[in-house]
């Protein structure tokens, strides 16, 4: 079996970790490139969102490089996530492809065919100490590449060099990618720390600050959403990101749902009562959450037609007015320009700056 994948930030790191550790060969899709945004636009149907189109280009482009075999994860619904691998599937098949897709549905739908498709991703032999050592070293490091990742938006406004801060993270990372040993990563880690506590740091320390909230694949994936967090750095802007796809695969499990999952649910709860799929709750709470830690901003990131998103949109309206907090909705598409959305998070940042001056004023600092 060699098996692709679909990109997600450092995904690629992770699963790079897992499967070699379990016996199973992964042919990586090549990064992101307006090629693979062009494959998905043109097999997939119009309207699909526009993670189905990308996802769909990671998949072809791995076929390419050999794969025999696709991971997916499924969802629930109520929106598009619940039949999303079914349709590339049938897209796949259609363009020809002899592969076996590897749907792992939520458990929801039944622990046994959940299980099944795990085992078919351990390469058939489903050994417990195997998998647990193999699940353990990858679990460690998705959570350390999310923290580098929240270092990297919260330190870019600080440090006087950025070049230098991306060059330990970026350093980090590539190490990450050979790592064998519990021992091994423990080493990279305490390296990675070390180096980011020398770095220099600015004298002035009152940053603006801007929450990012949306749905998970437009909010993570820098090379989708044009590395608004990087833009918001250099901007002179502190950056925290609420979506996390640890959480997300904690909260698939709903006895390891996560503390700040449940308590964004219960502060979107005055706003919006029900599950609308996808991030549409934590959306709304987490922005929320925002307001009340003192965050001058947040921006919304979700694909152009995204239904929960859209919902959300509607309450951020509200949430807004009520708690006097500025958010920038970006819908993101194949048809998004770079230029466009420059333009739109400088003038937010812009905003932001305005209101803090103006608060300082009438405030008699
Ligand atoms: S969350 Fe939005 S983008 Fe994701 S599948 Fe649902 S509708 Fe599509």
Not at 25 to 35: G, H
Not at 49 to 75: H, Q, S, W, Y
């Amino acid at each position: 079996m060699r098996a692709t994948f679909p990109h997600l930030l450092h995904l690629d790191i992770v699963l790079g970790i897992l499967y070699p550790t379990l016996g199973v060969e992964i042919v990586p899709p090549p990064p992101i490139t307006s090629r693979t945004i062009e494959i998905g636009v043109e097999h997939a149907p119009q309207n699909a969102c526009f993670p189905l189109k990308v996802t769909l280009g990671n998949f072809v482009e791995g076929i390419e490089r050999g794969a025999d075999t696709v991971f997916m994860a499924g969802g629930v619904g109520p929106c598009r996530f619940g039949y999303y691998g079914q349709i590339q599937k049938i897209i796949l098949e259609d363009l020809g492809y002899d592969v076996q897709f590897v749907l792992i549905d939520h458990p929801r739908f039944g622990w046994r065919p959940f299980f099944q498709a795990l085992k078919t991703m351990a390469g058939g032999r489903f050994s417990f100490p195997r998998v647990k050592k193999a699940v353990s070293l990858a679990w460690k490091a998705l959570v350390f590449t999310e923290e580098l990742e929240t270092q990297r938006r919260a330190l870019r406004c600080q440090v006087v060099n950025r070049a230098e801060l991306d060059m330990v993270i970026d350093g980090a990372l590539q190490s990450l990618r050979k790592v064998e040993s519990g021992s091994e990563f423990e080493r990279i880690k305490k390296e990675a720390w070390s180096d980011l506590s020398a770095l220099e740091r600015k004298k002035e320390n009152n940053f603006l600050k801007v929450g990012i909230v949306g749905e998970i694949y437009i909010a993570q994936e820098t090379r989708i959403n044009f590395q608004v967090e990087k833009l918001l750095g250099d901007l002179g802007v502190y950056v925290h990101n609420s979506v996390s796809t640890a959480q997300y695969v904690l909260n698939t499990f709903p006895v390891l749902k996560s503390k700040e999952k449940l308590e964004a649910w219960e502060l979107a709860r005055p706003y919006l009562k029900r599950f609308v799929g996808g991030e549409g709750i934590d959306t709304v709470g987490s922005t929320i959450r925002y307001a009340q830690e003192g965050f001058d901003g947040v921006v919304h990131l979700y694909p152009f037609t995204c239904m929960p998103e859209i919902v959300a949109k509607s309450v951020l309206t509200q949430v807004s007015r009520d708690f006097d907090l500025p958010v920038l909705h970006l819908a993101i598409d194949e048809h998004a320009g770079e230029a466009g959305l420059v333009t739109r998070v400088e003038a937010f940042v812009d905003v932001l700056e305005r209101r803090r001056k103006y608060w300082k004023k009438a405030e008699g600092e």
